[in-house]
């Protein structure tokens, strides 16, 4: 039997680097290459963020605002239930884990969609 070489395998980086272009390693995280502009901060995500999100897409899916990739007002009735659904869900998840404002704002989101519902589905039918 031949004898095999223990010298494994050499990995050659082949793509193209100008030499002004700092590496990843060059510059500390949380700093800006020379000519670049600083990373933004990343925002931290609340959860009145999430609320507003889901209320954002009932009330778009209810046709009172215009949805974004059309520009048009689309009523989507199933959907916007959907989405109303969704926030009971996290009300009766996030029971006495939310702040009063966190509480007050989630209350006053769903108390303004259902009624929004309400008048969408008897204009519909």
Known sequence: MAEQSEEGFKVTDRRRRDNDEP???????????????????????????????????????????????????????????????????????TEGNRTPEETQLLEDVLYDLQLRYVRATKSAG
């Open 23 to 93: 590496r990843r390693h060059d510059v500390p995280p949380g700093q800006a290459a020379p000519g670049q502009r600083p990373p933004a901060p990343a925002a931290t995500p609340t959860l009145a963020d999430l609320f507003m999100m889901l209320a954002t897409e009932a009330i778009v899916a209810l046709g009172d605002a215009p949805d974004s990739t059309t520009g048009q007002p689309e009523r989507v009735l199933p959907h916007a239930a959907e989405m109303i659904d969704i926030l009971l869900l996290l009300r009766a998840k």
